[in-house]
């Protein structure tokens, strides 16, 4: 006889689907889920659908959006001289959520990855350069990729596509992180901290 | 402007609504479920709605249950001599689990908590005993509310109505769990371990 009747037994396994999601955590989800109202389970179901539904790619800057163009490539107070490069939708919220950067995003949702057969054609590379070549505004293009090998691959692949065009193509700093530790820093962002230095 | 996209902002929300999943958990979920395909995401959508239309608790033992009565107190093969008293439908689930308890359920839906209100009459006392009354083949009830003071004390109060019927009461064992640490045991559960020493 199985442990759990079969609607729990399959809400179960849908919410084991996460990842970092286990059958014990989905277990007790399960149950808050079976404590909502039916208003309060339904809203959740309904914004599952919802957001799949309407939530698609913004057709200048391929960030997640509901509207196109997307709530920043339409907001007119942004500075379109500025065009912050990044590997995905989450790392646009990081940055939207420390308020201070005001330019305009490109998502290229991946980085290139010759060991997972990842090129630039297989990322959202074509539609930024055909959007530089389009506007006579961007003077400067910052690459935010993660600092790992993939992500810095990918950002110095761009400098060179991006440069001879006479546009400005910074990398974001790297060093220590703010909150860190320097004893438990590892020895190539250090190294990496001391060459960035800065005259005080 | 707000960060996230109407939707999605929905989505993490409803999502940050469980116990146990903050902003950015729900996040990362909110994500993952952008990833999924539209049959996965309906799906999981679904069996929320199904969950919470399906299951209801079986009007014999109180358990979470699809049919009534419930697939423990229909099977024929289950010992109709034992009922096993617990605080709740996951309390089943884990003594199902093991696989060796072969008896019957009630499940209480709570405790006896006076200092929050909850009295004999708010949690499922009273079809317990109707259904004691009522079946003339119940030997033995087992006690396996929790092991604190709320459980404790349930357990008393049931104790205390059911014994004059004639029928064995028991209560689950206490003592150092299996795999522990009598290093890290309180001082509690090891005097109750060492007054429940039984001869080898």
Redesign the interface.
């Known amino acids: 006889?199985?442990?759990?009747?079969?609607?729990?037994e399959?809400?179960v396994s849908?919410?084991s689907?996460?990842?970092?999601?286990g059958r014990k955590?989905a277990?007790?989800?399960?149950?808050?889920?079976?404590a909502?109202s039916?208003e309060?389970?339904?809203?959740?179901?309904?914004?599952?659908?919802?957001?799949?539904?309407?939530?698609r790619h913004c057709s200048v800057c391929g960030n997640?959006?509901?509207?196109d163009p997307?709530?920043?490539c339409g907001?007119l107070a942004r500075d379109v001289n500025m065009i912050c490069v990044v590997e995905s939708?989450?790392d646009v919220?990081a940055i939207?959520?420390m308020r201070e950067y005001k330019g305009l995003y490109h998502v290229l949702h991946g980085v290139i990855a010759p060991m997972s057969g990842i090129g630039p054609e297989d990322i959202n590379i074509e539609s930024l350069i055909i959007r530089l070549r389009e506007s006579d505004s961007v003077a400067e293009v910052i690459l935010a990729t993660n600092p790992n090998i993939e992500g810095e691959a990918t950002a110095m692949y761009l400098a060179r596509l991006i440069k001879p065009a006479g546009i400005r193509v910074t990398r974001i700093a790297y060093g220590v992180p703010i909150g860190g530790d320097i004893e438990y820093t590892d020895g190539v962002t250090l190294a990496k901290a001391i060459e960035g230095r800065r005259e005080l």
């Open positions: 006889m199985p442990v759990y009747p079969d609607p729990l399959r809400l849908e919410l689907r996460f990842a970092g999601i955590t277990q007790q989800l399960a149950f808050q889920i079976l909502m039916d309060e389970a339904g809203g959740l179901a309904d914004a599952i659908v919802t957001a799949k539904k309407e939530l997640l959006t509901d509207l997307c709530a920043i907001d939708p989450k919220i939207e959520k």
